[in-house]
């Protein structure tokens, strides 16, 4: 996680409008109810960081040079012998994916476990805030966050099938340019090794573990208001000139009902690496908290 994240606590359970004035409108973003606090992130960051460094790390380490070279070097004597190569062969791409698939399996559990207990402290924090701010002394039953055990793995499935879809693209684009380019088996087979360092080192597996926390601390807090009798939700901005365009558009669409997604296609914060942004919450009343958790005081 970077300094800057470490220093911005994440902010999760906002007010609703109907608690700080009603018909005046949407908070601005200074008027955010509770923090998550930021070295609890971090270690949740951390964690999830490790399980995708060693996954990385496998992966390098299990790499199919022989065979990829024997393929490249069949490549080059088609090259030489009828020109240029227009498309990867097949048994290329089988075995880069079985050679990405080896692994997956493995580090699957781990990474749901992680993605899944960040969602459920993002829950807690949501939902404790909205506890304090009515004065109530409730806590969520297991089933409020059941589903975000299946939210943990679906989400493990998808980020170790990007990852694994970029670095198989990846590769065989390195192979496609070198074979234009006449370049040697020595000088392709350099290109390849070359590429692994850089896209299976450390950096990689902090960025994707920093947006992945993020995420799901969002997830959870979603939930919880959602849970709680959210209806609506807006994405907030820090509105200051960082703000990238498609945050700027997830703003502008104003409310939108909590079950849809923004512009971009997000139902929650972050859009992109490094997203500042959050969400406010509208039609949380202590009625409506005291009805989602069978409590009639």
């Known amino acids: 996680m970077d300094d800057r994240r470490k220093k911005q606590a994440f902010r999760l359970a906002l007010p609703s409008c109907d608690e700080i004035g009603g018909a005046t409108g949407w908070p601005r973003a200074d008027a955010r109810s509770q923090d998550f606090d930021a070295d609890i992130a971090q270690g949740f960051a951390h964690r999830i960081t490790l399980i995708l460094r060693d996954y990385l790390e496998t992966q390098r380490g299990t790499f199919p040079y022989a065979h990829i070279e024997r393929i490249v070097t069949s490549l080059v004597v088609s090259r030489t012998r009828q020109g240029d190569v227009e498309d ?6 089988a075995v880069l994916i079985e050679w990405l698939e080896g692994q997956r399996a493995l580090v699957e559990g781990p990474l749901s476990k992680g993605l899944s207990t960040a969602a459920a402290a993002g829950f807690i924090v949501a939902f404790n805030g909205w506890m304090e ?14 589903g975000l055990n299946s939210w943990g793995k679906r989400q493990a ?32 087979m350099r290109a390849v090794r070359a590429y692994l360092d850089t896209h299976m080192a450390p950096g990689r597996a902090e960025l994707i573990a920093d947006v992945e926390t993020y995420n799901a601390l969002h997830q959870g807090a979603l939930d919880a208001n959602k849970v709680l009798g959210a209806k609506e939700k807006r994405w907030v901005t820090e509105e ?12 502008a669409q104003g409310s939108i009902q909590i079950g849809r997604t923004f512009l971009s296609g997000d139902f929650c914060p972050p859009a992109h690496p490094h997203c500042r942004c959050s969400l406010a919450f509208s039609g949380i009343t202590r009625e409506s908290v005291l009805a989602a958790l069978g409590d009639v005081r």
Do not use: Y
């Open 88 to 93: 990867m062969p097949e048994e290329l791409d």
């Open 133 to 146: 701010r009515f004065g109530l002394d409730l806590t969520p039953t297991p089933d409020m966050t059941a």
């Open 157 to 188: 499935t998808t980020i170790l099938s990007l990852i694994d879809d970029t670095t198989r693209k990846g590769i065989s684009e390195v192979i496609g340019k070198a074979l234009k380019e006449s370049d040697s088996v020595d000088q392709i």
């Open 240 to 251: 200051d000139r960082r703000v990238c365009i498609i945050c700027f558009e997830n703003s």
